[in-house]
């Protein structure tokens, strides 16, 4: 009896031991080792489609801060630009101004080190709304104006004056002329566009802010200008290039 029962449990021992390892095998081919290391980022996903759906189901234009905020309630930190950018982006486009600067309340409430990327990402999807949305970023997140002003212009170039005007308005005095040299060195081929908006502005800024009038080279990477730089732009005019007519055998329509 006993040797009968030691023999089916060396049988029974086997039987498992051989299911172990083909189970092992069958999970490295099916990849379920590197889903269950996915898995959290995967869940994530879920949570936030599923928070989309419920946000933008309808056509209406009212926003469900509810649904946004369940979002990043439910996302790791490290995925807030990533939440962010997915909720306007599948937003109505009559409503994805609107949404955006719900997201980006919501994301900031949430995780203010993400402040700058959310900007970044929101301002480049609805660039027409990226002057209210810098200014309302700056609000909330004084301590990284810099890099606000930096990430709105250039994500939104096009921009960049009204942005440089919307962020001064509702930003410090001493902070103004900060706000300017951010966008300058941002955008630095577009130092003449933001000084037009910022002048046009004048005194309704309440503060002061000094202006550019320097070549790129002349700039440093804050925007201000170097003072020990020797680039400046040229005091006369070109001198003329004249030639006399000749033929380019070069040139598809030459005699």
């Not at 609805?126 to 104006?145: I, M, R, S």
């Not at 004048?202 to 990477?221: E, Q, R, Y």
């Amino acid at each position: 009896m006993l040797k009968y029962k030691l023999k089916k449990i060396k049988i029974d021992y086997f039987f498992w031991l051989t299911l172990c390892q083909s189970t092992k095998k069958l999970c490295g081919l099916l990849g379920v080792k590197e889903f269950f290391i996915n898995n959290m980022k995967t869940s994530t996903r879920l949570v936030v489609a599923a928070a989309f759906a419920v946000t933008f189901a309808t056509a209406s234009a009212s926003v469900d801060n509810k649904a946004i905020n369940d979002a990043f309630s439910n996302a790791p930190g490290a995925e807030v630009p990533f939440v962010a950018n997915k909720l306007v982006l599948k937003a109505n486009k009559a409503d994805q101004a609107e949404v955006a600067m719900a997201v980006l309340e919501a994301a900031i409430a949430k995780k203010p080190a993400a402040t700058v990327a959310v900007v970044s990402f929101i301002c480049s999807l609805v660039p027409d709304a990226a002057p209210g949305l810098a200014a309302q970023a700056a609000k909330l997140a004084p301590q990284y104006l810099k890099g606000i002003a930096r990430a709105a212009a250039k994500s939104a170039p096009a921009k960049a004056g009204e942005i440089t005007v919307a962020i001064i308005k509702v930003t410090n005095k001493a902070k103004h002329q900060v706000v300017y040299n951010s966008v300058v060195a941002a955008v630095p081929s577009l130092v003449s566009k933001v000084n037009q908006a910022v002048l046009a502005t004048g005194t309704a800024t309440g503060g002061t802010v000094s202006t550019v009038s320097s070549p790129i080279a002349a700039l440093n990477s804050d925007g201000s200008v170097n003072s020990g730089s020797s680039a400046a732009f040229p005091t006369a005019a070109p001198t003329a290039v004249t030639a006399a007519p000749g033929v380019d055998p070069k040139r598809y329509n030459a005699p």
